[in-house]
């Protein structure tokens, strides 16, 4: 005791120095202690990712129910839509090229004479849009859908022809596949392994195919409409991609020209039938009388599964 009183300065260092000394232990041990709570709950969430990473998943009942109901629910929906296209799909026309030749023939022969009883107006040279089938005959894979787009065709000329249209132009044919002129180039030959891989990789068999044409027609108005109303009631399924209308009068009536002259219009209310006439006379159309020229591109619609059940 003497020396610290003798030495306060150092007896006072002495004593810092043992408090700090005492102060970083117990640091130094409550961050220990800490570390290892943080190394243990670090193992835990470890092992427990392990676990839920090695386990078989399995749905919860109600929810494995539900999932039972949808997928019941989509293959039902699946179903009644092939067969709602089903009922579009005409049973398919077993032909040979010569076949489907003479059919041709037989079809464009048959349009030709309506046309002509019922005043209709068609391209020269009309043939359907299978101008290049006049004098050749197609390819033998080809002729299932040939004939499927020549009955499409055949079927809208006819209902053309019955609204009362007053011409029907050149039709614009897109080949369908396996005409000349489709297929692609023959690729270089591979081994059999390739040839596996290719198989095993090449895309599936496009479940709706679409077979487009253009057709122009020109009509009145009331043809017009009765003709695109028909467009529903084809068989195979049509769908209209593009309908492009003009007038043939592209500038209205000028005024002066639309308006009754002052003479023409009677004073007083006709009394004979032939002052009525000349009153009916007076009445002039500013519009609605001109005749419409329509573009229609129109695809012949293929669902794969409706035309396998129907061939």
Known sequence: MNWARQNPVLAGLAGATGAATLALGWLIWSASSRLAEVDEAYEKQV???KRLAGLTPF???NNAAK???QRVAFAAAGKALEEQFASFEPAAATLDPAGFQDLLRKDVAAIVAKAKSANVRLAEGFYL?????R???PAEKA???LARQLGAIRGLMNAFIDSGVEGIGAIKRT???GEAGTEPAAAAPANPAAAAAARRNAPATDLITRHPFEVTLQADHGAFRRAVGRLMEQRPLLLVRSLKVSNEKQKGPARASAEPKTADVAPAAPSTPADKA???DALRYVVGQEKLEAVLQVEVIRYAAAAEKKG
Do not use: H
């Open 175 to 177: 080949a369908v596949a």
């Open 129 to 133: 849009g299978f101008e290049r089938y």
């Open 67 to 69: 999932l039972e109901e």
């Open 59 to 61: 749905p919860d009942a």
């Open 143 to 145: 002729v299932p859908l």
């Open 135 to 137: 004098t050749e005959l």
């Open 47 to 49: 092992a427990e990712f």
């Open 278 to 280: 000349k009153a009916s």
